[in-house]
């Protein structure tokens, strides 16, 4: 199994930033990509960024392109997904997740998610 515990949600102005985490146990998933998904209440879920553990490619969804960055650590065996210059619209539950199939945008393709905290930003 792997488990993926996640912190750094919360609340947030609009043009301000947060950084969630993403660490796995378990399982090793040095070949896996990592994800990032959102859900707003009464939408589905969206992707959002995606990295891949061993080439260190990245992917994000164009809604978030130039404000939010993927990254990564070894050492922690952790994700992080920093939010930059949010906007209103950024309101959602965001889910990391974890899956063999590369760093696709369909949540499908993943096999493993974490918890999903609230991010929640105000005008």
């Known amino acids: 199994q792997v488990q993926l515990g996640e912190s750094g949600g919360g609340l947030a102005q609009a043009g301000g930033s947060l950084r969630l985490s993403c660490a796995a146990s378990?399982?090793?998933?040095?070949?896996?990509?990592r994800g990032w998904f959102r859900q707003a209440p009464g939408k589905g879920r969206e992707f959002v960024a995606a990295?891949?553990?061993?080439?260190?490619?990245?992917r994000y969804a164009d809604s978030v392109k130039g404000r939010f960055t993927v990254a990564k650590n070894f050492a922690k065996n952790t994700v992080y997904l920093q939010m930059n210059r949010l906007l209103t619209k950024d309101t959602a539950v965001y889910s990391c997740?974890?899956?063999?199939?590369?760093?696709?945008?369909?949540?499908?393709?993943?096999?493993?998610w974490g918890p999903g905290p609230q991010v929640t930003v105000s005008s």
């Open positions: 378990g399982r090793t998933v040095s070949n896996y990509a």
């Open positions: 997740a974890a899956g063999n199939w590369g760093i696709a945008s369909e949540s499908g393709r993943y096999d493993y």
């Open positions: 990295i891949n553990w061993g080439s260190s490619l990245t």
